[in-house]
């Protein structure tokens, strides 16, 4: 790879990233910390130990929701954070067991509170997007109650319970939505991380994923520029378990993402909100600094940094 991809890259980042996203990069490629990505996560933690604040930068919400604990959950795997007993973790597990926004099968990831401030459409109380599905999300907050969640405590057992009807879920509708396949497969993750394989089917859950990443990636590359899936969805390195069956398609990803890069170090982002056009060009810089660390991570899992 052009060196110059990653410096482009780099100094966008000093420029415009989110102190977040600055100690992640940092975390990811400069040696940083994980206790200061931890950190700076914190910052949107709420006292009642939930996620707002436009953690997700699509919703503003400053409130608690499952949305922005999902992101959360999602940021503490990247970093590898193993320590259960931080209080960033603690806390956010204390959320879950508050029961809000739960009903009983699972999380609301679209709350009306959403409404009142700046969001892109289809987080709004009355969409119909169809990423609105039912795992999309939950499935990966059960995969973190059983990742880190006490062993046989009263969270953990409900996280094994959503897991299980996650799956079985699978044999009655295939996974057609990116998003939720990409919940699907971080909840495999946090299962397999948490030595917790020989509870949930988990041969079953490997056997659907598989169909469902080489069905959902988008085989025509020249569509490739609009929003549309990718393999890095769903693996970033060849280590992946999906990348055997997609090594054509992820080995040209890395090309493409070089081929595609914005003079001043970004990639675009392809879409946008339509409503909020004062606030949507910052969370459109938010995103960068998102999409930055997601290429540059594929980029590194690929040897190519």
């Known amino acids: 790879m052009n060196h110059s991809v990653f410096e482009r890259a780099k100094m966008f980042m000093y420029r415009n990233a989110r102190p977040l996203d600055m100690a992640r990069f940092q975390y990811h490629f400069e040696g940083g910390s994980r206790e200061a990505v931890l950190q700076a996560l914190s910052c949107y933690q709420n006292a009642d130990g939930g996620f707002g604040h436009a953690l997700e930068a699509d919703c503003w919400n400053p409130h608690s929701t499952p949305l922005h604990g999902s992101t959360a959950g999602e940021m503490i795997r990247e970093a590898g954070c193993e320590d259960a007993g931080h209080p960033v973790i603690q806390g956010l597990l204390k959320w879950y067991g508050s029961g809000s926004c739960f009903n009983g099968k699972t999380w609301e990831m679209v709350v009306e509170s ?6 892109a459409p289809w987080w709004h109380s009355e969409s119909e997007s169809a990423c609105h599905t039912d795992y999309n999300g939950t499935a990966q907050i059960a995969g973190f109650l059983v990742r880190y969640s006490k062993p046989g405590s009263e969270l953990y057992q409900l996280g094994i319970r959503i897991v299980r009807e996650a799956v079985e879920a699978l044999q009655s509708s295939e996974l057609k939505d990116m998003h939720t396949c990409a919940c699907y497969i971080h909840m495999l993750e946090h299962i397999i991380e948490a030595g917790a394989e020989e509870q949930i089917p988990c041969d079953l859950l490997k056997e659907q994923l598989y169909a469902a990443v080489k069905r959902l990636i988008t085989a025509d590359t020249s569509q490739w520029g609009g929003y549309v899936c990718r393999p890095s969805q769903f693996l970033n390195s ?68």
């Open 238 to 305: 060849r280590d992946s378990m999906f990348y055997p069956e997609n090594k054509e398609p992820a080995e040209y990803e890395c090309k493409h993402i070089e081929a595609t890069q914005l003079e001043d170090g970004s990639w675009e982002i392809p879409w946008a909100w339509g409503d909020f056009p004062e606030v949507w060009p910052i969370s459109k810089n938010w995103w960068k600094g998102q999409v930055i660390i997601e290429n540059l991570l594929y980029l590194k899992g690929f040897g190519m940094i």
């Open 114 to 119: 959403n409404n009142a401030y700046p969001h």
